[in-house]
C-alpha cells in the first residue's frame, strides 16, 4: 500500500504539474497496472480507441472530451483508450489485461452512461443497467434493479454484471415483483430455435419478444446464486397463463455440454419434466450429446436437455399450431397438458 501510496502522489504531482503548465484543468488519479487492484477497463466501456505517443497526450484527449470519464493507455502499443466509466468497485480478482495505464477524472461530477441528475440534484437517476450515485457501475442482475426507483415496475432490455461472469451482457430484465432475468421468450411462430450449438452458446434474439440467452451465461447466472427457474406458459382454449417454477437450477459448463446438475420442483401449474432430465446434457442438431438411434435436436427442431429418450416436455420446440389435432413432435409441449401452447417464458431468480 505505502508504495502505491507513493507511486499515486508522485504521479498526481506530476499531473497536476503538466495541468498547470499546459492551463488544462483536469486531474487524474492514477493508477499502474501491476498492482493487485488495477487493471485496464473492458473494452466495453471504451467507445474510442486511437494512438497517443504519451499517456499525457491521451489524458489531454480525454480532457477535451465530454463523454470521457477515464482512459487506458497501453504503453507497449501508443494506444490510447477512451472509456465511458470509472472503476469503483473492487475488481481484485480480474484479470489485469496487458500493461496498461488506467486515469480516471476527478473532476467530473456528472452522472454516467447517460444517467441524468434528479429533481433535487442530489443523484442520478441511471439507464441501461447501471446504478450508483453517478451509475457508474452496473447491477448484478434483474433483482438487483428491482427496487431502483427509476427501474421498479418496468420492463427493459439493460445490461447486468453477475460477478461470476468475465464481462458484461444484454438482458432483458422485469424489474417487477422483486425482479426476473429473463432467459427465454418465444411468441412468434415463424422464429426458430431450431439451431446451432454456437449459436446456443451465446445467444440469440431479434427485436421483438424472442430470444434466448446463451447457455454460457446461464451457467454464469445458475454461478451466481440464481437458481430459481420459472417456465410460463401462454395458451389458448382456453386463454390463459401458467406457470411452473422450480429451486435449485444447476447447469455444468461447456466442457460438460452444459448438463444439468440439479433441479428441484416447487410448484406447478402444469406438468414440466424438468427433473427427469437430471444428468442430461444439452444437444444441438450439430452437437449430440446423448445415447439415442435418433437425433434427437433434429427430430424436435430445437436444442434442448435430451437423454436416451430424447425428452417428455421441450419448452424450446416450434409454437403449436392453432386448432385442436395432435401436437407434432417437433412442437412445444410438457408432459401431460394436451392444451395449444401459443407462447412460453423462462427466468431465473
Ligand atoms: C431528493 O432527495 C431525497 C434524499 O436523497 C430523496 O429522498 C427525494 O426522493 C429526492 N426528491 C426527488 C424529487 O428526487
Ligand atoms: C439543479 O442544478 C441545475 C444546474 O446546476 C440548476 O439549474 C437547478 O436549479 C438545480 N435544481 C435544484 C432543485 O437545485
Ligand atoms: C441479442 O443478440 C445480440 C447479438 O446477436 C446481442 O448483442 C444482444 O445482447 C442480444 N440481446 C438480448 C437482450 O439478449
Ligand atoms: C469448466 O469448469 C471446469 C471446472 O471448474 C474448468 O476446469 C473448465 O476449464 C471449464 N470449462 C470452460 C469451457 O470454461
Ligand atoms: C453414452 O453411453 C456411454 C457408454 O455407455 C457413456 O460412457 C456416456 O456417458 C453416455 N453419454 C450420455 C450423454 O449419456
Ligand atoms: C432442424 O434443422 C436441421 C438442420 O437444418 C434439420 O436437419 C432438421 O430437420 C430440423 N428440424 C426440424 C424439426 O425442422
Ligand atoms: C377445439 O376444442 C375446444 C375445447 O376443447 C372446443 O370448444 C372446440 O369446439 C374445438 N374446435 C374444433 C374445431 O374441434
Known amino acids: 500500500m505505502e508504495k502505491f501510496k507513493l507511486f499515486y502522489s508522485v504521479i498526481s504531482c506530476y499531473l497536476t504539474h ?7 484543468s483536469e486531474i487524474f488519479v492514477a493508477n499502474y497496472a501491476g498492482y493487485n487492484k488495477h487493471r485496464v477497463l ?13 499517456v499525457i497526450e491521451c489524458a489531454r484527449i480525454c480532457s477535451k472530451d465530454d463523454r470521457c470519464f477515464s482512459i487506458n493507455y497501453l504503453e507497449t502499443v501508443s494506444e490510447c483508450q477512451l472509456n465511458h466509466g470509472i472503476v469503483v468497485e473492487d475488481f481484485s480478482n480480474s484479470d489485469i489485461s ?47 434493479g428491482a427496487s431502483l426507483s427509476y427501474y421498479a415496475g418496468v420492463r427493459a432490455i439493460v445490461y447486468i454484471y453477475p460477478n461470476t461472469a468475465p464481462s458484461p451482457f444484454q438482458i432483458t430484465c422485469r424489474f417487477q415483483w422483486g425482479g426476473r432475468n429473463i432467459i427465454m421468450e418465444h411468441f412468434d411462430r ?35 446464486g440464481l437458481t430459481g427457474l420459472h417456465i410460463e406458459i401462454k395458451t389458448t382454449n382456453p386463454s390463459q397463463l401458467l406457470s411452473s417454477g422450480f429451486k435449485n437450477f444447476q447447469i455444468t459448463n461447456e466442457t460438460e455440454n ?20 437430471i444428468g442430461a446434457e444439452f444437444s444441438t ?8 438411434s435418433v437425433n434427437c435436436a433434429a427430430a424436435y427442431g430445437s ?38 401452447i401459443v407462447g ?6
Open 98 to 144: 496487458q500493461n496498461g495505464i488506467y486515469f480516471e477524472r476527478t473532476n467530473k461530477n456528472e452522472c454516467q452512461h447517460g444517467g441524468f441528475m434528479n429533481g433535487n440534484n442530489t443523484s442520478c437517476d441511471c439507464v441501461d443497467g447501471y446504478t450508483g450515485n453517478r451509475c457508474q457501475r452496473l447491477i448484478h442482475d434483474c433483482m438487483d
Open 303 to 340: 436444442g434442448w436437455w435430451f437423454n436416451g429418450d430424447c425428452t417428455s416436455c421441450n419448452i424450446n420446440g416450434r409454437l403449436n399450431e392453432p386448432g385442436n389435432g395432435s401436437v407434432p413432435i417437433h412442437e412445444v409441449f410438457v408432459d401431460g397438458y394436451a392444451g395449444r
Open 42 to 54: 473492458q473494452r466495453f466501456e471504451s467507445y474510442e480507441t486511437l494512438t497517443a505517443h504519451s
Open 18 to 24: 503538466v495541468w498547470l503548465t499546459t492551463a488544462i
Open 285 to 292: 442438431y450439430d452437437a449430440i450429446h446423448h445415447n439415442s
Open 258 to 277: 452444459y448438463k444439468i446438475l440439479g433441479i428441484v420442483e416447487r410448484y406447478n401449474n402444469f406438468p414440466v419434466c424438468m427433473p427427469q432430465l
Open 190 to 224: 415463424d422464429f426458430t430455435f431450431n439451431r446451432t450449438w454456437q449459436e446456443y452458446k451465446e445467444g440469440f434474439n431479434n427485436s421483438r419478444a424472442n430470444r434466448w440467452i446463451g447457455l454460457d451465461n446461464i451457467y454464469y447466472m445458475t454461478q451466481a
Open 344 to 349: 412460453v417464458k423462462m427466468w431465473l431468480v
